[in-house]
DNA sequence: GTGAAAGCGCTAACAA
DNA sequence: TTGTTAGCGCTTTCAC
């Protein structure tokens, strides 16, 4: 708890300049091979570290790469882990910051985020489900955008023929009052696999009934109200196409709630693969996304804007994966 | 890609000075209404947002905790997820940094990290699997610590129970050449660990054969070396307690390309409990660790040491979960 | 009620 | 080779 130790603790102590310390710690020339020892020995016994903030409101340059998420769920986890990795190995840290949702305000987080961070602390940023696209002060690469996105660093998934396969899933089983929980509608991902869902429907000659679709904004705590809404239907679906994994688990939380079972009661199938998906029981029925090559190919692309080039945004393939909480429906 | 928009911008735009816009965005008092109501305008209009490095050099506090790991592995993003959640609904906000570990260089992250964010950056810092407790400029809580630790503030799970529990699991199977894959040893846990496999083996009058036991350091890339050592043995075991999930993971995954397969040929038991451990095929047999409330219980100690107490460390129970990893032996 | 000025820790011109 | 100085964006005295 003791004060931290600055570049002027360090100067006094080896007495010289804050400026020769500067260099020699930043291996400028200009400083002698005595006085660099000296300097570096003295850094050595305080065990002094420059401050990351002093550094970049300075420089331009701090070598941290940002992933800006506007909470710590599994996705945003899993993508982490995968931008993490990527940048192991490279002279890039990696910082990751939630800016507070303050109640509501869940558009805007990252504006804020980007507006305090960019410019300074971080070189460049990687956005989780972004909402808008600001004009960022830094290169900045988007993952799971927004719909609409104009510009082209961002990386997403083929979610039309995810949500496709996973409704043709249900329907191959049998199921014909097949719902939807959906997603977050501001979000690309969301529409496109209500598109999908539909599209299957369609192909097999059912009509849509809006009152099988629900909101589950891709949050436990937004499905839960839309899960019992399908389960409270005069005509209940006898299986659900969520738009995430953690609303069909949600999904199948609320129907264990109500005496249903996954599946002999209810088929459901979800959306991502987060690692929860298969440890939950029943396993949950769902469709991959590579999660961690998404973080990777998002950190490749902002390292090539840092370098200044404009890469092209990239969409990753899907792939139905079948586990235990879909079957036939009952009778 | 504009520059980002300072607080002289808005200064200028509103025709007052720096110093005033500062005190309307901050809402000290000794600006007029109509002043504070302009500036306030100016600021949404332009979408001016306070630099988080520029404020926290000028200010102590900052009102964001660090969660500072060596690498954003599913166990750090697990406690993550848990300390993001508890902090939600207080006015912190969650910025969490993995320094680059150069080659090597494993300890001293910790070091490193805090000196580079505490003091500026960050009000407190939550460290994950620290290897050394360095004093820190500010409020620390180090989660599953190094050995030794003397200060109080340490979020810690009953190991040798857990380890033993494991071990005693493998027993009453039927196991009698158990081995251990060790985890990082400069970590009370894995000490602990071993300590309980010991102690499990002795209660069965099994005589401890260090042989049997090699090193996995927590790590996949660690553990492969070991994992193949421990199969290399002439009287190879018929089970193993890795230390922790990721190693136990490993284990299977090395047994699997010699042609061995998990329960049948090779009994493998874990620990934490990540999210990975039951999504793998088998599911992992393992000791449950309470990861989000361990985030929970951490970041309650930070708070309380930011409000000027010393809160007592804590230590959480662990559970036996058992899976499909762990089977009889054959013959 | 408002603004000028100092300074947080650091780096980069520039002078010595 | 070294030190002096200015200034990054912001907050905070302290004059006015």
Redo the contacts between chains.
């Keep these: 708890?003791?004060?931290?130790?600055t570049i002027t603790d360090v100067a006094q102590a080896a007495g010289v300049s804050v400026a020769t310390v500067s260099k020699a710690i930043n291996g400028r020339d200009g400083v002698s091979r005595a006085t660099l020892a000296h300097v570096m020995r003295v850094v050595d016994d305080l065990?002094?570290?420059?401050?990351?903030?002093?550094t970049?409101?300075r420089r331009s340059r701090t070598n941290v790469i940002g992933v800006l998420v506007a909470?710590?769920?599994?996705f945003a986890?899993q993508l982490?882990?995968g931008v993490?990795?990527a940048l192991r190995d490279t002279?890039?840290?990696?910082?990751?910051?939630?800016?507070?949702v303050s109640a509501g305000e869940h558009h805007g987080w990252e504006?804020?985020s980007l507006?305090?961070?960019?410019?300074?602390?971080i070189d460049g940023a990687i956005l989780v489900t972004p909402t808008i696209a600001?004009?960022?002060?830094?290169?900045t690469v988007a993952v799971d955008p927004h719909v609409g996105t104009s510009r082209p660093a961002t990386v997403s998934v083929q979610n039309v023929a995810g949500a496709r396969a996973a409704t043709e899933h249900l329907l191959t089983l049998g199921h014909r009052r097949i719902a939807h929980l959906r997603g977050r509608t501001d979000l690309e991902s969301a529409q496109q696999r209500e598109e999908g869902y539909r599209a299957a429907l369609d192909a097999a000659g059912i009509r849509y009934d809006p009152a099988l679709v629900a909101d589950g904004g891709y949050r436990a705590a937004e499905s839960t109200a839309g899960a019992h809404a399908l389960l409270d239907l005069a005509d209940a679906p006898t299986a659900v196409f969520a738009a995430n994994d953690v609303s069909a688990i949600e999904m199948m939380r609320v129907a264990t709630e109500r005496g249903l079972r996954a599946p002999d009661d209810l088929s459901v199938v979800g959306f991502d693969d987060?690692?929860?998906?298969?440890?939950?029981a029943p396993?949950l029925t769902t469709v991959r996304q590579p999660l961690l090559e998404m973080g990777a190919a998002a950190v490749r692309m902002l390292l090539a804007m840092l370098d200044g080039t404009e890469p092209d945004g990239v969409r990753m393939p899907t792939e139905l994966v079948v586990r235990a909480s879909t079957a036939p429906p009952r009778g």
């Design positions: 708890m003791t004060g931290r130790i065990g002094y570290e420059s401050s990351l903030v002093a970049s409101m909470e710590f769920e599994p986890l982490l882990r993490s990795d002279r890039y840290d990696v910082l990751s910051y939630a800016g507070t504006r804020r507006s305090r961070l960019g410019g300074t602390l600001p004009d960022a002060p830094i290169p987060i690692p929860e998906a298969a440890s939950h396993q």
